[in-house]
């Protein structure tokens, strides 16, 4: 069962600019598997089709997405986007290496790959800071978390992006490997050179590029709001 891709269509759906996506929009943003995900959910009475293969949300499956599954958060932002140009780093911003690795490396990296970069501490400080940082992992495409260093508000944000699904690219400096949790060694991570970013910019930028071509990130906003 493609549970992804219909975790997917629902959020699509959910963030549509007209509240419906005909089956060739979702076939373009990558929902393209009918036994697995399209069927499944209208067998289900999750999602709705009419004569012309249109897709809408049951009124009450949108009702209780918007309204109770995220219990922390502006009250007017529950909507969760999926597969959005746009990555939200999550990193320490005290080390020492901070700046250098995210100013020469990280956002260099996301910008060559067309996609909007934002970091933890450039949103704006305004009501509950924790309310912000949900708010950004809701609307951010790809989440990315330098991990190179044991950081309690960077494991925090990382569960946040774990329970709604966010996907996720790990980084972590190859010096650090041994020090990793062990419950992250393994997962999909990207280890750099501190010493030679300029190279690891295109290997990184390539990586992003790849996961936008695997998920048709470029067709999600032709169709969806952001």
Not at 88 to 110: G, L, R, T
Not at 117 to 138: F, H, S, T, W, Y
Not at 151 to 171: K, S, W
Not at 195 to 224: A, G, H, I, M, P
């Amino acid at each position: 069962m493609a549970y992804r891709d219909q975790w997917k269509m629902l959020h699509l759906l959910n963030t549509s600019m007209y509240g419906a996506l005909k089956e060739t929009e979702l076939i373009e943003m990558g929902i393209d598997c009918y036994p697995d995900t399209i069927q499944y959910l209208t067998d289900d009475g999750i999602v709705e089709m009419d004569g012309t293969r249109t897709y809408s949300l049951n009124p009450l499956v949108r009702r209780m997405l918007n309204k109770f599954m995220i219990t922390m958060g502006p009250a007017d932002m529950k909507e969760i986007y999926v597969d959005i140009p746009s990555c939200f780093v999550v990193m320490p911003f005290s080390e020492e290496w901070s700046n250098k690795v995210f100013y020469d490396f990280i956002q260099p990296a996301v910008i060559q790959s067309k996609m909007e970069c934002v970091r933890g501490d450039m949103i704006p400080r305004v009501g509950k800071l924790a309310e912000n940082i949900v708010k950004q992992i809701q609307r951010a495409g790809l989440v990315i978390a330098d991990i190179s260093v044991p950081n309690a508000n960077v494991f925090y944000e990382l569960g946040i992006a774990d329970t709604i699904g966010r996907d996720v690219f790990l980084l972590y400096e190859k010096s650090a490997e041994q020090s990793l949790p062990a419950d992250i060694r393994g997962a999909h991570y990207f280890a750099y050179n501190r010493n030679d970013l300029t190279e690891e910019v295109k290997r990184f930028s390539d990586n992003l590029v790849q996961w936008k071509t695997d998920n048709r990130v470029d067709n999600t906003l032709k169709y969806c709001r952001k």
